[in-house]
């Protein structure tokens, strides 16, 4: 039987795919959103990185398909392009030279286009649930306790009524915090008796800058997307170019350690002629630049432990408002997704503890995300500075040798590409028929 009312504070990814999940569950499900939302696909004041590339992995698109049956007609019809990851995605090594693709069609797909138009087009099926309601230009300025302090009841809220501001008190029998790497759930906690979470940050100092061009006429390339990656502990510059919506490409260059892209068109160029490939360079150079140059450095790892705390009932955190990633790994959209399902999980047995359930699911994708990032010497974290760390020699003899056999093993390659696109655990790598097939090729 279904419960009557739940509340979601924050109508991002995360937001809406919580929603959708607690349509099943309550009759009425309301999204508090800050901004205004726009009625095509344009950016939200309220999301400063909606101007950056967002990556939607496999993973997250099957989740994607499943709560929302057909939403990659739906992407396709308004200009999303397919992409076969093992295809299609072009990388540059750190030993520089570019990784191999496979010739024939895989099912290790997703979709490439600007985040405006992934979160437009999520909005849109979500108008098709009755129960579903999106309330705008509303910011939550609280939590509404029962008399104990042990039960959340509610938020209040602060709404436009007649052009002027108001508080509000909203009731629900459940309150999801979705609101973003900001969220104000800690100052909330603590204001009703509670422990605010511990948090571990992992800074790596990244910047990025991201321009749109057109492309050109007579382009002729394999590629949906290209990555020139970074590589630690010296190697601080990448750059991203995907193609998207409307015939355009996504350009964004990044810098760990402070090394920041300039946002001016000269520097910008510049940044993109020091990369290892000139292959990037060499694309944008002969494009129409149709946007300005945007800055983004809001990119540190952080992490809110709510699992070790004690939380009231009738409310839980998810998304980037508990596992906030540096953008550079891509892995955000798709945990949000993650999140979602273990919010649909938890709500047919609410008697578990969400937040321990959740930290579960983050931790394998909070560690591949910021081991990296540690290698960097200019890191700073909760317990200090990056430093690099070696692997045992048989570790990166045996993982030196997968990376060469993926360059003649279409299935070693495709696996590779599982376990980024999250498909698949790290683990499978270690898959004794795998290692098998290493050690009989005799790689060094």
């Known amino acids: 039987m279904k419960e009557n009312h739940a509340i979601v504070i924050g109508g991002s990814i995360a937001g809406m795919l ?9 009759s009425s499900v309301t999204i508090l959103e800050t901004d205004k939302l726009p009625d095509k696909p344009d ?3 309220g999301v400063t990185q909606s101007l950056q590339p967002h990556i939607l992995f496999a993973k997250g698109f099957r989740i994607l398909d499943t709560l929302f049956p057909g939403i990659g007609k739906d992407l396709a019809d308004v200009g999303a392009l397919p992409i076969d990851w093992p295809r299609e995605f072009h990388l540059l090594m750190k030993n520089g030279e570019w990784g191999t693709t496979v010739d024939s069609p895989t099912d290790i797909t997703s979709v490439t286009c600007s985040r405006p138009l992934l979160e437009w087009t999520i909005r849109r099926r979500l108008a098709k649930f009755s129960q579903i309601k999106f309330v705008e230009e509303s910011r939550v ?3 509404l306790a029962n008399p104990c302090k042990t039960q959340i009841c509610g938020v209040t809220v602060l709404q436009s009524v007649n052009g002027a501001k108001q508080e509000q008190r909203l009731m629900a029998k459940l309150v999801v915090d979705a609101s973003g790497r900001h969220s104000q759930t800690p100052s909330w906690l603590e204001s009703l008796g509670f422990n605010p979470p511990t948090e571990t940050v992992i800074n790596p100092f990244l910047g990025y800058a991201t321009r749109r061009y057109k492309q050109p006429e007579n382009f002729a390339d394999d590629w949906k997307l290209i990555l020139i990656s970074h590589s630690p502990p010296n190697a601080t510059r990448l750059g991203y170019l995907a193609k998207i919506e409307n015939g355009e490409w996504i350009a964004t260059l990044g810098g760990y350690g402070k090394d920041f892209p300039p946002a001016d068109e000269p520097g910008f160029l510049d940044f993109a002629r020091s990369l290892p490939s000139d292959k990037f ?7 129409e630049p149709t946007s300005p140059i945007h800055g983004y450095r809001d990119t540190a790892n952080r992490l809110r432990h709510y699992e070790k705390i004690k939380m009231p009932k009738g409310f839980v955190c998810l998304g980037d408002a508990v596992c906030a990633l540096c953008p550079v790994h891509g892995q955000g959209m798709t945990v949000s997704a993650l999140s979602a399902l273990v919010l649909q999980k938890w709500l047919q047995n609410p008697k578990s503890n969400f937040q321990k359930s959740l930290a579960q699911s983050n931790s394998q994708h909070w560690n591949s995300a910021t081991n990296k990032d540690l290698l960097f010497p200019t890191t700073v974290t909760t317990m200090g500075y990056g430093k690099q760390t070696k692997l045992p020699k048989v570790l990166k003899w045996y993982s030196d040798s997968l990376v060469k056999l993926a360059h ?7 696996l590779f590409v599982e376990v980024s696109q999250l498909l698949k655990s790290p683990f499978a790598l270690y898959h004794p028929k795998i290692m098998w097939r290493v050690l009989s090729q005799g790689l060094v």
């Open 43 to 45: 950016r939200r004041n």
């Open 281 to 287: 360079y060499q694309a944008i150079a002969h494009a």
């Open 18 to 26: 919580a929603a959708r999940v607690l349509a099943d569950s309550f």
């Open 408 to 414: 003649s093993d279409p299935d070693i390659l495709c």
């Open 141 to 143: 300025t609280g939590l």
